[in-house]
Structures are given as C-alpha cells and as structure tokens.
Nanobody
Framework: QVRLEESGGGLVQAGDSLRLSCTAS????????VAWFRQAPGKGREFVGI???????EYEDSVKGRFTISKDNAKNTWYLQMNSLTPEDTGVYLC????????????????????WGQGTQVTVAS
C-alpha cells in the first residue's frame, strides 16, 4: 500500500526558511512524479511545484526563485526547500504522487495524482 508522509512544517517568521520532506513507501517510485500543493484556511488546494519523473521542475509563479524541490533517491524522499517565506505562504502543505506519466499542462490538476499525504502545517508570522 502506497503511503506518503510529510514532515518539517512549523511556525516561522517572515523571511525565514523551512524544508519540508515527503517520504514515500509501499511502491516503486523510480518513474514517479511528485508534486507539492498547499491549502490555506478557507481556500482550495493550490499547486506549488512538481519534480517530474525526468527530473524536470515546474513551479507556481509566486514561489519561483524562493522554493526548490529535490529528491533523495536512496530514501524515496522528496524535499521542498522554502526560502524568504511570507505570511501568504501559510497553509497545509501536501505532497502527491503520480506513478506514471503526467503531462506538464496538467500538473496543477488535483485529480491527476494517484496518492496524497496527510499534509504538514506551515505558519508564517508577520
């Protein structure tokens, strides 16, 4: 059974950095794409970024230059490094996996993903 577990969230001040982790288990993730989404209170789930199976990266415009996704193959773990955080970055951050091909044009579509984690809370104080 595939399982995704996020960690690394917390309460930080504006301008601080955080690194979130998403650890996958129960499957073969060698050809998987993993994305990060976030959900602010009272809002829908928003695409943050994705590491494609090829290693290519895509980011939502508001996080470009501040957030970076990376992967540790040996640990089946994906990271979301977040720098220069602002209060607008507050929310629950979730990782999602697409086990096979996902088209670049559809990476922000929630329904494209096969599995989701439970999320980790990030709160950025002003």
């Amino acid at each position: 059974q595939v399982r995704l577990e996020e960690s690394g969230g917390g309460l930080v001040q504006a301008g601080d950095s955080l690194r979130l982790s998403c650890t996958a288990s129960g499957g073969n993730f060698n050809r998987a794409a993993v994305a990060w989404f976030r959900q602010a209170p009272g809002k829908g789930r928003e695409f943050v970024g994705i590491r494609m199976r090829s290693g290519g990266l895509e980011y939502e415009d508001s996080v470009k230059g501040r957030f970076t996704i990376s992967k540790d193959n040996a640990k089946n773990t994906w990271y979301l490094q977040m720098n220069s955080l602002t209060p607008e970055d507050t929310g629950v951050y979730l990782c999602a996996v697409k086990m096979n091909v996902i088209l670049t044009a559809t990476v922000s579509s929630i329904g494209r993903y096969d599995y989701w984690g439970q999320g980790t809370q990030v709160t950025v104080a002003s």
